[in-house]
């Protein structure tokens, strides 16, 4: 393939970004990067290492935006549950490769995706369902399941979504 090819290609991230190929930055006989604009003219870059797929368009995870939107998680934050009552300090964290499987807050231990990070940390326990979600005498979710983002999408999809949450109250 020729550099020349990449100019002007369209590109799409996983997550939806599109734009379109500016330049190509090169180092040390090797391809870094491609700078890219959205349909406002706004520059942003596709590291090479990102990029899932070549072709029309071009594949890409978008890691410089998961990047920012990162928040900094620091050990000895200030720890709270959702009603403002005090839990400890963030004593250290369990991962799996890069993903955070447990937190603990001072003796205690938490699951990770119960937590929001910032100036301070916030516990806020998953919801579960109480009772099952019914339709058409059909169970489409059970009792107990956690009420999560992809629960919710598939509710939606059968037309259950505030049966759903309604069910988590």
């Not at 799409?12 to 930055?25: A, E, P, Q």
């Not at 003796?107 to 099952?132: N, R």
């Amino acid at each position: 393939m020729n550099v020349s090819l990449f100019f002007g290609q369209k590109v799409l991230s996983t997550d939806g970004k599109k734009g379109y190929v500016v330049s190509v930055n090169a180092a040390a006989g090797k391809i870094e990067c491609l700078i890219c604009a959205d349909e406002d003219e706004n520059e942003f870059y596709v590291d090479m290492k990102n990029v899932l797929k070549l072709g029309e368009p071009i594949i890409f995870d978008d890691r410089e935006s998961k990047i920012k939107a990162a928040k900094p998680v620091r050990l000895g934050r200030a720890s709270y549950n959702d009603k403002g009552i005090y839990l400890g300090n963030l004593v250290d964290m369990t991962v799996s490769g890069n993903k955070i499987m447990r937190v603990k807050i001072g003796k205690k231990s938490y699951k990770a995706t119960e937590l929001t990070y910032g100036d301070v940390v916030i516990h806020k326990p998953v919801k579960k369902l109480k009772s099952d979600v019914i339709k058409d005498g059909k169970v489409i979710i059970r009792k107990g399941t956690p009420i999560t983002g992809g629960v919710l999408s598939a509710a939606e999809k059968e037309g259950e979504y505030f049966q759903t949450n309604l069910k988590s109250l």
